[in-house]
């Protein structure tokens, strides 16, 4: 599916998956401005350690090596000398870390709700999926109130390749009982809009955190800043009155 990522004429592509069947939600950075958190964890906890001959590590380079990426790879880019065992540990002290953060200050994107909402009136089937570790998505979603919302969470980790791999959504897809040709899929990086454009599905691109070119790059459909955006809702309005003709 070609599908040009300027967004003027959404509903050229939407259109072409009618009748939708499921709707597919990478977690952070998607569900929740959750990044900033993940750098201010990576950032304290690199300093105490002496990472980066103790300058801190700033946005650029968590966004280039970091931001999307399976805890396996981030912790070979950071630590290419380490015993693989020592530098999976000191990311997952990170992650209890990033939990504590998230139990207190977690927000869901503008107008999450509302598209929620929209996609259950519509009785269409949803997943979330995502690199996060399981412990960290359940949280994050629970605190969102979207535990009951997601029929299926699939984690990275727990298929044979995570993001950018299309695994992930494959394994949502099948298990939703739900084709690529008549579903979409909501990402926040170059990473996870790589795993869905894999897996035969249109990506809406958020730029919450990360360079437009980067999206547009790997693939992305359409790009909107959050669930408020007019694009979204213009390409929804418009699959609504091609569903209902």
């Known amino acids: ?72 790879d981030i912790a ?35 107008g999450l709700h509302k598209l929620c909402k929209w996609v259950e009136d519509r009785g269409l089937k949803r997943a979330a999926v995502t690199n996060a570790p399981r412990p960290n998505a359940e949280l994050m979603i629970s ?19 995570a993001k950018p791999f299309p695994d992930p959504y494959l394994k949502a897809l099948k298990e939703l009982k739900a084709s690529a040709e008549h579903s979409f899929v909501f990402e926040d990086s170059a990473s996870g809009i790589k795993a869905g454009v894999a897996a035969g599905m249109p990506v809406f691109g958020l730029t919450t955190r990360n360079p437009e070119k980067s999206l547009i790059e790997a693939g992305a459909s359409f790009l909107i800043k959050d669930y408020e955006d007019p694009k979204l809702w213009m390409s929804l309005e418009e699959l609504d009155r091609v569903q209902q003709s």
């Not at 977690?27 to 801190?56: K, Q, W």
């Not at 999976?88 to 990033?98: G, L, P």
């Not at 535990?147 to 299926?152: H, K, L, S, W, Y």
């Open 143 to 161: 605190m969102l109130g979207l535990t009951d919302f997601f029929q299926v969470v699939v984690v990275g980790s727990e298929c044979e390749r």
């Open 76 to 110: 070979s880019i950071l630590f290419p000398d380490w015993d693989h065992e020592k530098a999976i540990k000191f990311v997952d002290d990170k992650e209890a870390m990033f939990r504590r953060l998230v139990s207190k200050e977690l927000k869901p994107l503008e």
């Open 1 to 72: 599916m070609s599908i040009s990522p300027d967004s003027h004429a959404p509903e050229s592509s939407l259109t072409r998956l009618a009748p939708v069947e499921a709707v597919l939600f990478d977690v952070d950075g998607t569900l929740c401005d959750s990044d900033p958190l993940h750098y201010y964890a990576f950032r304290e906890m690199l300093l105490e350690i002496g990472y980066n001959n103790g300058v801190p590590v700033d946005e650029e380079f968590f966004i280039k090596n970091i931001a999307g990426r399976h805890n396996d």
